[in-house]
């Protein structure tokens, strides 16, 4: 097997949520459990953060990473889902790992794969695992990849747990209130592991308070932490001073029990993309017109971001625009500006929802547009039609983004 070979079996032989949905998921962290132990149980050879939350917890596991980084550890970086390449899910101190290294755990444990139906989320994650063992990491930023109590990776016993926010967004499966939802995430809550909670909300906070009690976990809320304006970070976007209150929050918690100082604090925060290269979250492409790609694809995150959108200086705004088939559309459609010029687009994965079907639900809101016949043509024709003093935003979609960067 040569890489190229071995993505296409890891994408083609396994159920993966990214392409089929819910179908994917495994109702069981047994199967992980067993393969983590069939491969010598790596996971007991490095320290740990455990980092869920429904928007946010890609920018702050890696500003977490990139202070560890700034401090001198060997740090590993679990994220999904990847924008460009598989490689992106698996780093340490910011490199990806080696094709090789892919190619090696697939041909050595392949047999295994196949004869225990192990889905992606679950090899994925014991490579990560066993990757960060071999390479002698020190700590590790884990982050969930959907929902908390029965994802891959909570099999983790974590220095410290992080849960960033609670929005709406894969309801199908963890739940259709706040509430449910909070219940999922607040499943990574260990016993007496301190748990850091990054927004406040009614009707999630005593969902978290009761699960923290039933634990003895010592449990904080990073909105009673005002210092966010005094630390700057590279990564772009209004929405990241909320992140930056939930990691100073955590950092303070975590050097209670690891080596943590200021100055690595403020220089890893400053160096985020450059660290760990995290891509996606409010990227700019180009400066005139302005085009500027985020990864925000639920209520939450797309308020955030449309508000930033509003703040912006331009003539004309235009939006290339997809989502996947099991979006609400109810959900979002009231952040999305209808002044805006929009072209309608369909993610080329298996869950992406039809340009055409979205053009036409779109216009029964009110918004004004044409289809295109892929992402790339989306932006193609934005391209034409914007004049220097326009905006392009392109998003809707992780997977509209990760066509952009490729």
Same mark, same amino acid.
């Given at each position: %097997?040569?890489?190229?070979?071995?993505?296409?079996?890891?994408?083609?032989?396994?159920?993966?949520?990214?392409?089929?949905?819910?179908?994917?998921?495994?109702?069981?962290?047994?199967?992980?459990?067993?393969?983590?132990?069939?491969?010598?149980?790596?996971?007991?050879?490095?320290?740990?953060?455990?980092?869920?939350?429904?928007?946010?917890?890609?920018?702050?596991?890696?500003?977490?990473?990139?202070?560890?980084?700034?401090?001198?550890?060997?740090?590993?970086?679990?994220?999904?889902?990847?924008?460009?390449?598989?490689?992106?899910?698996?780093?340490?101190?910011?490199?990806? #790992?080696? *094709?090789?290294?892919?190619?090696?755990?697939?041909?050595?444990?392949?047999?295994?794969?196949?004869?225990?139906?192990?889905?992606?989320?679950?090899?994925?994650?014991? %490579?990560?695992?066993?990757?960060?063992?071999?390479?002698?990491?020190?700590?590790?930023?884990?982050?969930?990849? &959907?929902?908390?109590?029965?994802?891959?990776?909570?099999?983790?016993?974590?220095?410290?747990?992080?849960?960033?926010?609670?929005?709406?967004?894969?309801?199908?499966?963890?739940?259709?209130?706040?509430?449910?939802?909070?219940?999922?995430?607040?499943?990574? #809550?260990?016993?007496?592991?301190?748990?850091?909670?990054?927004?406040?909300?009614?009707?999630?906070?005593?969902?978290?308070?009761?699960?923290?009690?039933?634990?003895?976990?010592?449990?904080?809320?990073?909105?009673?932490?005002?210092?966010?304006?005094?630390?700057?970070?590279?990564?772009?976007?209004?929405?990241?001073?909320?992140?930056?209150?939930?990691?100073?929050?955590?950092?303070?918690?975590?050097?209670?029990?690891?080596?943590?100082?200021?100055?690595?604090?403020?220089?890893?925060?400053?160096?985020?993309?450059?660290?760990?290269? =995290?891509?996606?979250?409010?990227?700019?492409?180009?400066?005139?017109?302005?085009?500027?790609?985020?990864?925000?694809?639920?209520?939450?995150?797309?308020?955030?971001? &449309?508000?930033?959108?509003?703040?912006?200086?331009?003539?004309?705004?235009? #939006?290339?625009?997809?989502?996947?088939?099991?979006?609400?559309?109810?959900?979002?459609?009231?952040?999305?500006?209808?002044?805006?010029?929009?072209?309608?687009?369909?993610?080329?994965?298996?869950?992406?929802?039809?340009?055409?079907?979205?053009?036409?639900? %779109?216009?029964?809101?009110?918004?004004?547009? *044409?289809?295109?016949?892929?992402?790339?043509?989306?932006? *193609?024709?934005? %391209?034409?039609?914007?004049?220097?003093?326009?905006?392009?935003?392109?998003?809707?979609?992780?997977?509209?983004?990760?066509?952009? =960067?490729?």
């Amino acid at each position: %097997m040569n890489y190229q070979n071995t993505v296409e079996w890891l994408f083609a032989r396994l159920p993966m949520y990214q392409k089929i949905g819910a179908k994917a998921l495994n109702k069981s962290l047994l199967p992980t459990q067993n393969f983590l132990s069939h491969v010598g149980n790596p996971h007991h050879q490095f320290k740990s953060v455990h980092v869920a939350g429904t928007n946010g917890k890609g920018s702050v596991s890696s500003m977490m990473a990139s202070v560890l980084q700034e401090q001198g550890y060997r740090v590993g970086l679990y994220t999904s889902p990847h924008l460009k390449d598989f490689r992106e899910r698996i780093k340490i101190n910011g490199e990806e #790992i080696p *094709e090789q290294a892919v190619i090696d755990f697939v041909e050595k444990h392949q047999q295994y794969i196949e004869e225990n139906t192990i889905s992606f989320f679950e090899l994925t994650v014991v %490579m990560a695992f066993d990757y960060f063992a071999h390479q002698q990491t020190d700590i590790a930023v884990i982050e969930v990849g &959907m929902g908390g109590r029965l994802d891959s990776t909570n099999v983790i016993t974590p220095l410290l747990s992080v849960i960033t926010n609670i929005g709406l967004d894969h309801t199908a499966v963890l739940g259709n209130t706040l509430g449910k939802i909070a219940g999922e995430k607040a499943g990574i #809550i260990k016993p007496k592991i301190p748990v850091i909670i990054g927004e406040k909300h009614t009707e999630t906070e005593k969902v978290f308070v009761e699960i923290a009690q039933k634990n003895e976990a010592s449990i904080y809320f990073a909105e009673d932490n005002n210092q966010t304006n005094l630390y700057q970070t590279d990564l772009k976007g209004n929405y990241q001073q909320q992140n930056i209150r939930t990691v100073r929050t955590a950092l303070k918690i975590l050097a209670q029990q690891i080596t943590i100082d200021e100055k690595s604090i403020k220089k890893g925060l400053a160096n985020v993309v450059k660290n760990t290269k =995290l891509l996606g979250r409010w990227q700019v492409l180009n400066e005139s017109p302005l085009v500027v790609a985020d990864t925000a694809h639920n209520a939450h995150g797309l308020q955030q971001t &449309m508000q930033q959108v509003a703040q912006q200086n331009f003539d004309k705004l235009y #939006i290339v625009l997809g989502v996947v088939d099991d979006k609400d559309l109810n959900t979002i459609v009231d952040y999305l500006p209808k002044t805006a010029y929009y072209l309608f687009v369909r993610p080329n994965v298996a869950r992406g929802l039809d340009a055409f079907v979205l053009s036409e639900k %779109m216009r029964n809101y009110g918004f004004v547009g *044409e289809v295109c016949s892929c992402v790339s043509a989306g932006y *193609e024709e934005a %391209m034409k039609l914007a004049t220097k003093n326009d905006m392009i935003y392109i998003g809707g979609s992780t997977f509209v983004v990760a066509e952009i =960067l490729k």
